[in-house]
């Protein structure tokens, strides 16, 4: 029972992973700073955006993100958060059926 418990979960990840078009992998960071004008009133900046990830060699990749694309960005990288929560159970999954096929053959 539990094998086609499993085969059916394994179908609807695949479905979900499929529906997951677009997706970054990363984070978003903001730096602000202060300034002083004249008169000696301190006054913070508006936040500037970067989306960070790393590259192929893992090294650390940065590319500024205007603040009205913001949210879309973070919508991309919780698609990426999500996606690869569905990759590690498929790979549990198909890691549980695969060891017990081997012991049905085998015995």
């Given at each position: 029972?539990?094998?086609k418990a ?40 508006s ?16 590319k ?30 198909v ?13």
């Amino acid at each position: 029972m539990k094998a086609k418990a499993n085969n059916s979960r394994i179908r609807e990840i695949v479905a979900e992973m499929s529906s997951i078009t677009e997706f970054a992998q990363g984070s978003i960071i903001s730096s602000s700073s202060y300034y002083t004008t004249k008169d000696g009133t301190r006054h913070k900046t508006s936040p500037k955006y970067k989306f960070q990830s790393r590259g192929c060699r893992c090294e650390q990749k940065l590319k500024h993100i205007p603040a009205e694309l913001v949210p879309r960005v973070r919508k991309l990288i919780a698609n990426g958060r999500k996606l690869e929560a569905l990759e590690r159970e498929y790979a549990r999954l198909v890691t549980e059926a695969s060891l017990a096929a081997q012991k049905k053959t085998a015995g």
